[in-house]
């Protein structure tokens, strides 16, 4: 037995002491990408130590295509960086805040945009890619994101083994090592803007089914109200937005009225200003919009000013 177990030992000896630095390598390769989409350059600010703001804007990607730091930095002459998430609600969005504050201090103000997906928690790891960089014996982010399908314990603790079956993150590596980092990142601050025109989304969902109810998760709102408490006991500034959706688009959600009032009543009771966008001009103005949700560059570019102008008052209450 002894003599079987030496050579099964000295077999894969060469492949454990092996994975850790190809591990690294891998993992300094992916970061360098600019995919999915944009969120790797957002991460890289954080852990760089590059990402200290004055205002953060935070949310899904309704925040990030949405709202321009550049126009509110002019505008309110403090520095600012959206951190919108791609595809998730506030519960992997309380994680970048965490690692923000972690690596580069706490913002002085908070922009936080909620709408009907805020508090409902998807059951698989969107873009699960993302995390590979960095995951490997972080708490944080194994914290964060093992209550999601996407990730076994392996995985977080075992060098290379998160690496196994991710054809899209190798194929990343692979392009990036031969065709070298794209000259120009994805977002600029965070924020990326589209030149799209109106899709088919809202057609498809409506014919697909009548409506659509959200189910709200009952640890994303403890969350949330435990963020809102850090939030007062550190004396940060938070505002609640809700950025516009296009009318049609608010019909399509049955319990939109019993979400939006859980966080008007979030913010009633602690004193939060909420502005709320979602009765204002721009939701009856497909052209502004690349679908129900997201605002094209051309609208970007006028709610940020909108929103400039009302955080200003807001700031100087």
């Not at 945009?113 to 995390?131: A, G, I, M």
Request: hydrophobic letters at 40%; proline letters at 4%; a neutral charge.
């Amino acid at each position: 037995m002894k003599p079987f177990l030496r050579k099964i030992i000295l077999f894969t000896l060469p492949f454990v002491v092996l994975a850790w630095p190809v591990d690294i390598l891998l993992s300094n390769i992916l970061r360098k990408s600019n995919a999915y989409p944009g969120e790797l350059e957002v991460m890289n600010a954080i852990y760089e130590k590059k990402a200290a703001c004055q205002l953060a804007v935070y949310g899904s990607s309704r925040a990030w295509v949405q709202i321009d730091p550049d126009i509110l930095e002019d505008s309110l002459q403090l520095t600012a960086y959206n951190f919108g998430m791609d595809g998730h609600n506030f519960w992997l969005q309380y994680f970048r805040h965490s690692e923000l504050v972690k690596y580069n201090g706490r913002p002085e103000v908070i922009v936080l945009s909620v709408d009907v997906f805020s508090l409902e928690k998807r059951k698989d790891l969107y873009k699960p890619e993302q995390f590979l960089p960095w995951m490997l014996w972080n708490d944080d982010i194994r914290k964060f994101t093992c209550s999601y399908k996407g990730f076994n314990t392996a995985d977080y603790y075992i060098p290379l083994i998160r690496y196994a079956g991710r054809t899209g993150a190798l194929n990343d590596c692979i392009k990036t090592v031969f065709k070298g980092n794209s000259k120009t990142p994805y977002r600029h601050n965070g924020f990326a803007a589209f030149d799209r025109e109106w899709n088919d989304d809202l057609a498809k969902a409506m014919k697909s089914a009548s409506h659509y109810t959200v189910r709200l998760d009952s640890s994303s709102i403890a969350l949330m109200k435990r963020f809102i408490l850090e939030c007062s006991q550190n004396k940060t500034e938070l505002i609640f937005i809700c950025t516009p959706q296009y009318a049609a688009g608010q019909e399509y959600i049955s319990n939109r009225t019993e979400v939006m009032n859980l966080f008007r009543d979030m913010a009633l009771e602690n004193n939060i200003p909420f502005l709320d966008y979602s009765a204002d001009e721009l939701c009856n103005h497909q052209e502004l919009f690349y679908n129900s949700n997201h605002l094209n560059r051309k609208g970007s570019a006028i709610f940020s000013s909108k929103l400039a102008h009302d955080l200003k008052a807001v700031l100087a209450e």
